[in-house]
Each structure stands twice: as C-alpha cells, then as structure tokens.
C-alpha cells in the first residue's frame, strides 16, 4: 500500500564551506559600487545582522547558524529513516546547471540510473573549502529510480499537466546542487555515501526571469540598472501547487513508501533587488511560515509570481510543489523550524509532514 512523508529541508551550498565562508555572499554584495555607501555601513543595519556580523564578518556567528541547520536536518534525516522510504522525490531548483539556453523546462523529472556526483562543485566554482576538510575530488553515488521516475511522468502528464522528463545530465556541467546538496546535507557526517534510499529529482524553474538573465546566481546593480533582458517567468505559485496535487495523487494511487522533499532555503538577499541584496525578505517569509503553521494553503496560493520574484523567492516555488501534494495526501504539518537570518544569504525552513 502506498504511504508518504513530506519534508521541506535547505540545499544552502555555503552549508558545506568552512564557517570562515558562510556569509561570503552579502561579502561580494559589499563590493557592489552601485549600492548606496550608508546602506553598506554594518553601524545602520539591524541589531541581528550586527549581531551576526561582529567583528569577524560573521565567521563566530556562523558555527551557530550551522548548528541550527544540522540540527534541522538531523531531525528530517530521523523521520526519513523511521518511514524508510522506497523512494525520494525531491522539487529543487536548477540554476543555470542542467538547463541552459538549449531549453528551460517549468518541470522536469530526471529519471536518471545510479549517477556519480561530485559533491564539492560548486564550492569550487566559489573557491572555497569544504567544511569537512576533504580532498576536492571527493564523490558520491545518488542512486536512481528510472522506472518509478517514467510512471510518476506518465501520470501526472495523464492528470492533465505537461511535464518534462530526462534520461541523461548535461555533460559539462556539475549536477544540480539543490538535489546534490539534499543527499550530502541529509547525510552530513558522511557527506552523502551513506545515503541509500533511491531518488528522483524534479527540477522546478524557479529562477524564471533570471534564470538565464543572471545566470541563477547575483547580479550587480550596475546591470539590474541598465535594464536586463529578462527571460520569461517560470511556472507560476498556482501551477506549482496543481503539480504537487498531480504528483500526490499519482503517489497515492501508486503502492510505493514516498517520501516527498522540498529542496530550498526562502527569500534570498541576492535576489531581493528591493533589499538592495544586503538581506532576505524576512516579513514575507514569516507569513508565510505563519500561514504554514496555520494549514492556511488559500494563503499560499493567492501569491502571485510576481510577489514571489520582489520578495526574492523564487527558489520556494519547490515548496508551493510540495505543499500542494502535501494537501492532496492530506498529511498534517507535524514539525516545523523556521531559521532566521541577516547575514547568511537566506531564511530556511524545516518542516516535517506526516
Ligand atoms: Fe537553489
């Protein structure tokens, strides 16, 4: 008979580098000259973001942080294993790494065989250490579920929503963090070989307008100024909502244990243009971590997508996914965490569906 769990979880890369590391975002964001000088000024930010930053640049404040998040997913990791799953769906975000300018599909799922994953890639793009003091060349093996991944296509498709599906990665990129970072975060003492449940990963376009635009990753003001040439939207709130609802369904009809897992930290300072990208946008994440604590999911798809994009929340968009399927299965939110912060990029969130 069919079951399943449902856990929100983040893929924060600057997770994995050294806590000399973790706040090098809003570091590069300092550097951007079209951002007004007093705003730069730590002496006029929030009692917790001069808290966090100190006076080492956040590097004391950020074994902290970490302890918070490890905490987190130990939490989700122990649920995980209690329901012992047969299988993983994961809703992450692809930025600019599988999906460039040859086609950016809103979903798709990769139904891939076993993959060797290298887990340091993008710590190495950033040139900075891994927390765990490994050689770069460190990997892992993410197993697949090929078939499970084709019928789950094939339903939701037959439920009446389009969704694309692959058989093979792009070759001269790393594999998508969001899913990579799942494994190696839901795994941390053992950066992800010790991890056996097979997993299928579902990349959302939650970059949408930037996804090409800014490459997935921050832009300087000097070019968000000049007017960029914006990509079009991904799939909207709604529709991102309907998907989970088609995926629920197809898991419930299924005879599979599922444990369904939304990859991504909430508001993010480097895409919150508002926030001049020195902070998350911390009210609108908090209503909606309080409308999720209320079941309150009319809430969540009121949102439009362009409050999503002004608030810099793209990458929620895998929880819009998730929180549909975890409406259609009727699962009831068991335990949540909703991990603040000023300095280090985004607000996370941990939650626990059962
Ligand atoms: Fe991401």
Request: proline share 5%; glycine share 8%; net charge negative.
């Amino acid at each position: 008979m069919s079951d399943a769990i449902g856990l929100g979880i983040t893929h924060y890369p600057l997770l994995a580098g050294a806590d000399t590391h973790m706040a090098n975002l809003l570091k590069a964001t300092l550097t951007d000259p079209d951002i007004p000088e007093e705003l730069k000024d730590p002496s006029t930010w929030s009692e917790q973001a001069q808290s966090e930053w100190g006076d080492d640049q956040g590097t004391a404040a950020a074994a902290g942080h970490r302890t918070q998040l490890l905490s987190g997913l130990a939490k989700c990791r122990a649920e995980l294993d209690a329901f012992n799953p047969d299988v993983v769906v994961v809703w992450g975000d692809d930025q600019y790494e599988n999906f460039r300018e040859e086609v950016i599909p809103s979903f798709c799922v990769l139904a891939y065989e076993d993959t060797d994953i290298d887990p340091f890639a993008v710590l190495g793009l950033m040139k900075i250490p891994n927390a765990w003091g490994l050689p770069d060349n460190q990997s892992f093996t993410m197993r697949g579920a090929p078939t499970y991944a084709k019928g789950l296509v094939s339903d939701v498709l037959g439920d009446g929503i389009d969704c694309a599906y692959s058989y093979r990665k792009r070759e001269e990129s790393h594999f998508p963090h969001a899913f990579a970072n799942t494994q190696i975060f839901l795994d941390f003492d053992h950066v992800g070989t010790q991890f056996a449940y097979p997993m299928v990963p579902i990349a959302v376009n939650c970059y949408g307008e930037h996804v090409i635009a800014r490459k997935g990753g921050l832009a300087r003001f000097a070019e968000i100024n000049q007017g960029e040439s914006l990509d079009p939207p991904g799939p909207s709130p709604k529709r991102c909502f309907e998907f989970g609802r088609a995926v629920g369904r197809s898991v419930r009809e299924g005879d599979k244990r599922v444990a369904l897992v939304a990859s991504s930290s909430w508001s993010h300072a480097f895409l919150y243009d508002k926030g001049w990208h020195l902070r998350p946008d911390t009210e609108s994440d908090q209503a909606l971590y309080d409308a999720m604590l209320r079941g309150d999911y009319d809430a969540w798809e009121a949102v439009t997508a362009r409050e999503v994009v002004e608030a810099g929340q793209h990458e929620m968009l895998n929880w819009f996914c998730l929180l549909g399927a975890v409406q259609e299965l009727g699962l009831e939110l068991d335990w949540s965490d909703f991990v603040t912060t000023e300095v280090f990029n985004s607000n996370k969130t941990f939650a626990i569906f059962k």
